[in-house]
């Protein structure tokens, strides 16, 4: 239901979501997932379509700017 999703996005945005029962959280340098019907994602402000896609994380490539 909408309430549900408005709800669940709250705990997100609390950082409170990690418990709920269909979330799998997992630390990993890189996933691959494969699926029988194409999946709709976005990356980097872009919109992708794929039954099959491979994510890694590049160590050292990420840098952070912040003002303290």
């Not at 699926?35 to 050292?60: C, Q, R, T, W």
């Amino acid at each position: 239901s909408i309430f549900q999703r408005i709800k669940n996005l709250l705990r997100v945005l609390k950082g409170e979501h990690l418990n709920l029962q269909f979330v799998k959280y997992f630390k990993t340098d890189s996933i691959s997932i494969e699926s029988s019907e194409e999946l709709v994602f976005h990356m980097d402000g872009e919109i992708y379509k794929a039954k099959n896609f491979h994510i890694s994380i590049l160590p050292k490539k990420m840098k952070f700017i912040f003002n303290s």
